[in-house]
């Protein structure tokens, strides 16, 4: 079955960055596009950025755009977002998405002084 686990959360202070790893298991996971979506606290979800097929394409949000990276490693079955320059607005739980239709557990991001 279709398993994505997201780690790499944790608690930062404004500036900092983090990387938010997920991991992909019961699919092939190169042959399908990804995506990052983020919930923050008493807020509807946000969607971050996505990544094509071999990584040959990817889009973010404005929010987001030149602070967050996405990545993927189709050997490790990986799917990363590289986030820097952190402001306390990018707390919220991020989560690992396939196809819209499945979703990881999400991973808590934090980011306060």
């Known amino acids: 079955q279709v398993q994505l686990v997201e780690s790499g959360g944790g608690l930062v202070q404004p500036g900092g960055s983090l990387r938010l790893s997920c991991a992909a298991s019961?699919?092939?996971?190169?042959?399908?596009?990804m995506y990052w979506v983020r919930q923050a606290p008493g807020k509807g979800l946000e969607w971050v950025s996505e990544?094509?097929?071999?990584?040959?394409?990817?889009s973010y949000a404005d929010s987001v755009k030149g602070r967050f990276t996405i990545s993927r490693d189709d050997v490790k079955n990986t799917l990363y977002l590289q986030m820097n320059s952190l402001k306390s607005e990018d707390t919220a739980v991020y989560y690992c998405?396939?196809?819209?239709?499945?979703w990881g557990k999400g991973t808590l991001v934090t980011v306060s002084s």
């Open positions: 990544i094509t097929t071999g990584g040959g394409t990817t």
């Open positions: 998405v396939k196809s819209w239709e499945y």
């Open positions: 019961g699919f092939t996971f190169s042959n399908y596009k």
